[in-house]
């Protein structure tokens, strides 16, 4: 395995490469690219443990995101977590949003956080509730309410488009698509665009999942929530 900005080739054994101490390797590691350390800790115990430790993304962090290694104080809902938590969100926050080249740690934790809790095995959370923990921690970090609000809706439209297209996702959009509306303050209420890519999601990505009474009840609750509907939604 090579990088091709430092050359540094990777074997489990040879030119005693495997005998380094765990401190150097975890100065190669942490120059090699994210997408290759999944295989990279499959090698090795000796390397499956560095990826499990501290050192190694505490090291990361001070690498890739310097600005952000020093841990702050965390108010809020959302835990922060450790070195490892902390690089996946600012890696999400990097890469899955555009910011106006801001990387924004609060905004990987929360995509983190929902994400986690609508891939729950046990039935996740009612969105009111997770929407309203999210809002509640931007309002913690500083964030004005309409900031929050716009951020939260980012959050879950990304979210939503992340999920693994099975079963299980089936349900869940099911669920949210169904669920009460309930009236709550802003930036409590739910957005508009969300409601909307979940029903798009539905009648769209899985649309061969549905069963007759399935498809005409949310082609009701669609039809309910949003006027005129997509051609494209239509048709059983």
Sequence with gaps: MTDNNDNVTLTSGGNSFGKLPDHLLIEIFIRIPVSEWPQISCVKKQW??????????????????????QAKRWPGPIPQGLSRRRYRALHVSKHVFSLDGEIDEIVGHTYLFLKEQLERSTMPPPSGV???????????????????????????????????????TFLLLK??????????????????????????KLF?????????????????????????????????
């Design 175 to 200: 669920r949210l698509a169904l669920e009460g509306d309930v009236f709550l303050p802003f930036p409590y209420s739910r957005s508009n665009k969300v409601q909307w890519r979940v029903f798009e």
């Design 130 to 168: 997770l929407h309203g923990t999210m809002i509640d921690q931007f309002i913690a970090c500083g964030k004005s309410k309409d900031i929050a609000h716009e951020l939260v809706s980012l959050i879950w439209q990304a979210v939503l488009d992340n999920l693994e297209e099975n079963e299980r």
């Design 204 to 236: 769209t990505d899985f649309r061969d999942c549905f069963n007759h009474v399935d498809y005409y009840d949310l082609l009701a609750c669609a039809k309910n929530k949003f006027q005129p509907i997509p051609s494209t939604w239509l048709g059983y």
């Design 48 to 69: 499956a443990n560095l990826f499990r430790g501290e050192c190694l993304w505490q090291a990361a962090l001070n690498r890739t995101f310097p600005l952000a290694a």
